[in-house]
């Protein structure tokens, strides 16, 4: 036989063990969703609601991006299903999961949620916790006047898991979901990144309050503040930053057909002019400027921000929280919108587009936590609604203490 024709091993190992139970896989991890009241009448209830959250879940975790992807994928996948859900009047109809979804309680959803990635975590840690927010661009109803979701979500870089998500009320924007979402996580010493939205003196205020740091995206939205610290560091800079206490870190990436470099300056606030309203900023100790140049192959860009900050001067450990900051709009947002269809969804009544929204957080989670398979969250997620055992496995990663993990 031709060298080019010869029978090589596949690269690709088995990533799932055959041996995993697969009652025992999913019954603990739907111990998690068994405290969301169920919101239908008594005599409307032919299904569990138990089996329809789990064939939710795992529809979304094989790609199920509506109502009636995850009714299909209960109808091909029903006798495995069977081995571990009762089922009693087989897969339920796409109506039947949009009525349940739009009535099921997000709060209680997003109770659940949490406590979930808590049992995976137990404590987070000195780590970095980055908040930003979402429009959901699909969710919105012209008719009926309804403005798209938008939430606000906390991701664990070091994890790599969404930690928990809040919707921001259509009267109000992100400055007042941000306090609720802080409120409903353990962020005790951990650094909490935020983009400009969110940099407030109050929010700054309840981050130290609950024992954290903070690194907080200085913009236009301050701008006598902003303009304060941009110039102090252009006079600076173009001095060679002579006589003053400044700690810069340097780093160079290479990928994706691209070079970045990237230098990050710290100067201790005391060593500025008094700046605008300094006082009123909690624990504020350190400005930051990062100075980023990326040369593709037809362009190179250039990029400055500022950022104001509890941490002390250490451009390093500043520069690499700041840079993990961004892993919530690669890893997250992206991710969702790309493999998840997130903006392209038109879910939209009552509670479903809050609550499939977490349900595409949960099965994002899930399919983080798999490592044995290294392709990407679509190629993982493709494997899952092929292969009935890989999805145990994916399962399986998502439970504390788990071997496969």
């Known amino acids: 036989m031709p060298i080019g024709f010869e029978n090589k091993k596949s690269k690709t190992k088995a990533s799932f063990a055959p041996s995993i139970d697969s009652k025992d896989i999913t019954t603990k991890?739907?111990?998690?969703?068994?405290?969301?009241k169920d919101p239908r009448v008594e005599r409307t209830r032919y299904h569990l609601l138990t089996d329809i959250i789990t064939i939710a879940i795992l529809a979304v975790i094989a790609g199920a991006s509506g109502w009636e992807d995850i009714e299909e994928y209960g109808i091909n996948k029903q006798e495995w299903l069977k081995t571990f859900l009762q089922?009693?009047?087989?897969?339920?109809?796409?109506?039947?999961f949009r009525r349940v979804f739009e009535r099921i309680n997000p709060k209680e959803f997003e109770q659940c949620f949490r406590e979930w990635v808590q049992s995976l975590i137990e404590k987070l840690g000195v780590e970095v916790v980055a908040i930003d927010g979402k429009t959901h661009r699909g969710s919105y109803d012209r008719e009926s006047q309804l403005k798209a979701l938008?939430?606000?979500?906390?991701?664990?870089?070091?994890?790599?898991?969404?930690?928990?998500?809040?919707?921001v009320s259509d009267k109000s924007n992100e400055i007042t979901a941000i306090p609720a979402l802080l409120e409903m996580l353990d962020i005790s010493g951990c650094i909490i990144t935020i983009d400009a939205m969110g940099t407030q003196k109050s929010i700054a205020q309840k981050i130290i309050a609950a024992g954290s740091d903070y690194i907080l995206s200085l913009k236009d939205n301050h701008p006598t503040l902003h303009q304060q610290v941009k110039n102090w560091f252009e006079i600076a800079q173009s001095l060679g930053f002579k006589d003053v206490d400044v700690n810069v870190s340097q780093r160079v990436e290479k990928g994706h057909h691209r070079v970045e470099n990237r230098q990050v300056y710290t100067v201790p606030v005391s060593k500025l002019p008094a700046l605008h309203e300094q006082d009123l900023w909690t624990s504020l100790t350190t400005v930051v400027m990062v100075v980023r140049s990326i040369q593709h192959w037809n362009q190179t860009t250039h990029e400055v921000q500022f950022y104001i900050t509890s941490l002390a001067c250490d451009a390093h450990k500043i520069g690499s929280a700041i840079r993990q900051h961004w892993g919530i709009e690669n890893s997250v947002h992206w991710t969702l919108d790309v493999t998840f269809n997130e903006d392209e969804c038109r879910i939209r009544s009552l509670h479903s587009p809050q609550n499939f929204a977490l349900l595409r957080r949960i099965a994002l989670n899930a399919l983080e936590r798999e490592t044995s398979f290294h392709r990407s969250i679509r190629q993982k997620s493709r494997r899952a609604a092929m292969n009935d055992q890989y999805m145990v496995s994916v399962l399986a990663t998502a439970l504390p203490n788990s071997t496969l993990s």
């Open 87 to 96: 089922l009693p009047f087989g897969i339920p109809s796409p109506d039947t």
């Open 150 to 167: 938008h939430t606000v979500s906390a991701w664990s870089s070091e994890h790599r898991l969404v930690l928990g998500q809040t919707k």
């Open 29 to 36: 991890f739907q111990e998690y969703f068994t405290q969301i």
